[in-house]
């Protein structure tokens, strides 16, 4: 009798590359609803900017507090049923699911309960990230790590291409609610991928049982886990302790990457379906910007191209501020228009693609589902203050304002980058230290 056979995805390089894009994927349509294509909705409903800058603060706490539940990952590897394969595949379901209850939510009278439920996806959503990082730490290799992190990136953005724009026309022709059914099809594409073609290699090392008590080794567990990861941070090196620092700096200039573009959109005078359109133009070059700002990282340095790609961010920012200050904004020539925001996702994307890889090199892979998920969430708490003061700002004194103090602010990370460095290993007996006789 033929039986079905499944091949490992991460045994090869072209297999990492296109698995962990795929994961991206998973992340991004989930976040590409809520930031694009239900911001958007909001908003030509009448919601006020600061209500929406509230909501996108919402929606990014999870990310910005991963960290707190992160050590379960690292700590919880479930060897003997799938390792964080098991974490990712539970937690696209749960996204699933919870998009769909939230379908039955009426967005405009019930907000706060809009805002609960979108809470609680993304909590599902980040701990499916967290996952996603810990698997790509320990599997990429290091002359993977640009391009992997800038191919990550680009399908993140396709992801929210998907669940942004695609969602958007999706809507224009059978209702927004419904969007909400081509959302979780999509998810469930990639949850089948992930049952089907990912092995976590963790689960390839099976530990012997020990005959110590359970508890025992549970709690030594513990202990080694924070001793791991105390020395992890504090005590590799300047690099990891910068790097805290350098996550709660801006990731070049912003506000044409989140909710201020989808709110300019609409008060720009676009329609739904060429919002839209427009999302996935500018999303599908984002991602090629992502991967084609890790191919550079690889060939000319992750730290060189960084800088010059946080100024390049900062370029089509400040343009549009300059012609929404002496035009206003439904003055813009609407090509002017495209091209600015379509400009700031290519070379967004190139900085944000390879962003995450300044952060792979500090990070321990012992305990990288916590470790490199504390720089993460730090770079997401900085993206969740961005969206509420961008708001408040936008709302008491305009959109140019807020463009051109968020370029100003490129100012501190370009001054910290020049002194990033990787963590450094004491010795190899202290990167196996975390591998105790218990395994789950």
């Known amino acids: 009798m033929a039986t079905f056979k499944t091949f490992d995805a991460l045994a090869t390089e072209k297999g990492r ?23 958007t909705y909001l908003r030509g409903a009448g919601l006020a900017l600061d209500q929406i800058g509230l909501f996108m603060a919402a929606l990014f706490m999870p990310w910005a507090f991963k960290w707190a539940w992160a050590p379960l990952i ?7 049923f799938g390792g964080r394969k098991t974490w990712i595949s539970f937690c696209t379901f749960a996204m699933i699911i ?22 609680l996806n993304n909590v599902f959503c980040a701990t499916q990230d967290v996952a996603i990082d810990a698997l790509a730490v320990s599997t990429l290799k290091e002359n993977e790590r640009s391009r992997g992190n800038g191919f990550m990136f ?28 081509f959302i979780s099809a999509l998810l ?22 020990s005959k110590t008590n359970v508890f025992r080794q549970l709690a030594l567990k513990f202990k080694q886990f924070f001793v791991t990861l105390y020395e992890s941070f504090f005590r590799s090196g300047k690099g ?11 990731v070049g200039a912003m506000a044409l990457a989140y909710a201020t573009l989808s709110t300019i959109q609409v008060d720009y005078g676009l329609s739904e379906a060429e919002i839209g359109r427009l999302s996935i133009f500018n999303t599908i070059t984002a991602a090629t910007g992502c991967a084609l700002g890790g191919w550079l990282g690889d060939r000319f340095g992750l730290k060189p191209t960084l800088i ?12 549009l501020a300059w012609n929404i200050y002496q035009f206003g904004l439904v003055n813009i020539d609407t090509n002017t228009f495209y091209s600015i925001v379509i400009t700031h996702g290519l070379f967004y994307g190139m900085s944000f693609g390879i962003h995450a890889g300044i952060f792979m090199g500090m990070t321990n892979p012992l ?33 140019a304002w807020v463009l051109f103090l968020d370029s100003l602010l490129i100012l501190l990370p370009l001054m910290l980058i020049p002194l990033l460095r990787n963590r450094k290993i004491k010795s190899p007996k202290n990167d196996k230290q975390l591998e105790p006789a218990y395994s789950n």
């Open 367 to 399: 305990v990288a589902a916590t470790q490199f998920t504390a720089f993460m969430a730090m770079t997401n708490l900085t993206i969740s203050f961005a969206n509420y003061w961008q708001g408040l700002v936008a709302e008491n004194h305009g959109y």
């Open 188 to 209: 469930s594409i990639c949850l089948l991928y992930t049952l089907l073609f990912i092995k976590d290699p963790f689960t390839r090392e099976l530990i012997k049982q």
């Open 240 to 250: 990891p302790a910068l790097g805290i620092l350098f996550a709660l700096m801006p």
């Open 98 to 119: 919870t998009l769909l209850m939230t379908a039955t939510t009426d967005y405009i009278s019930d907000f706060q309960l809009l805002i609960t439920m979108v809470t």
């Open 74 to 80: 690292d700590i919880f590897k479930l060897r003997r």
């Open 308 to 319: 010059v790609t946080y100024i390049l961010t900062a370029i089509p920012t400040i343009f």
């Open 17 to 39: 590359l296109f698995s962990f894009s795929l994961l991206y994927i998973s992340e991004g349509i989930p976040f590409g609803f809520t930031s694009v294509a239900l911001v």
């Open 154 to 181: 680009a399908g993140q953005y396709i992801g929210i291409s998907l669940g942004g724009g695609g969602a958007m026309l999706f809507s224009s022709a059978y209702g927004f609610n419904n969007t909400l059914i």
